[in-house]
């Protein structure tokens, strides 16, 4: 199956700053079937993008996706108070379908 | 507005067994593959398992395999996932979640607010 490796484990920074975190593939993700969610404390996942560069319905222009390939990346252009959450990829190119481990964003 | 209604988590002993639900009123059901995901306390997602509108193909994560059973009622809007042979491990939170389309590997669109089930003697 097909591991995914976020990175950092956590970011720290203010609101305002630019967020940008990093997802990458054991191997290459078929037809860049790469999605996004973010997750709050005690709330389910929300999508936020899918292949890889795609806007869910209702999610802000600050939120991008970008990659291929292997290595995929979530921007956060200005982060807003509500954007510190934990953020998960999820690779569904190939079956089985796999999950990173999260990045943890947080206030500094 | 897609709803995702699960029911059905719980405390149960080790080797037991639990039926969890989910209700989807209002969606046009058998056009979706569904899925469970779970979360253990404090870690990530895993896709636990899966099936396609029409019950053809299904699937299940090695750590599942032989105990869970997943099924659906498309009369009813409603997904199942029994569990059986219940391990302190399957601890979790789990949450019903839509697929994008028919496929059975797809990204999830919606999500429940997911279920508890506690695995302790």
């Known amino acids: 199956e097909i591991v995914l490796t976020q990175s950092p484990g956590t970011l720290s920074l203010s609101p305002g700053e630019r967020a940008t975190l990093s997802c990458r593939a054991s191997q290459s993700i078929s037809s860049n079937y790469l999605a996004w969610y973010q997750q709050k404390p005690g709330q389910a996942p929300r999508l936020l993008i899918s292949v890889a560069s795609n806007r869910a319905t209702g999610i802000p222009d600050r939120f991008s996706g970008s990659g291929s390939g292997t290595d995929f990346t979530l921007t956060i252009s200005r982060l807003e108070p509500e954007d510190f959450a934990v953020y998960y990829c999820?690779?569904?190119?190939?079956?089985?379908?796999?999950f990173g481990q999260g990045t943890r964003l947080e206030i500094k | 507005e897609v709803q995702l209604l699960e029911s059905g988590g719980g405390l149960v002993q080790p080797g037991g067994s639990l039926r969890l639900s989910c209700a989807a009123p209002g969606l046009m059901f058998s056009s979706y593959a569904m899925g469970w995901v779970r979360q253990a306390p404090g870690k990530g997602l895993e896709w636990v398992s899966g099936i396609e509108g029409n019950s053809r193909r299904t699937y299940y994560g090695d750590s599942v395999k032989g105990r869970f059973t997943i099924s659906r009622d498309n009369s009813k809007n409603t997904l199942y996932l029994q569990m059986n042979s219940l391990r302190v491990e399957d601890t979790a939170v789990y949450y019903c979640?839509?697929?994008?389309?028919?496929?059975?590997?797809?990204?999830?669109?919606?999500w429940g607010q997911g279920t508890l089930v506690t695995v302790s003697s």
């Open positions: 999820q690779q569904y190119g190939t079956s089985p379908s796999t």
């Open positions: 979640a839509k697929s994008h389309s028919g496929w059975l590997v797809d990204y999830f669109d919606y």
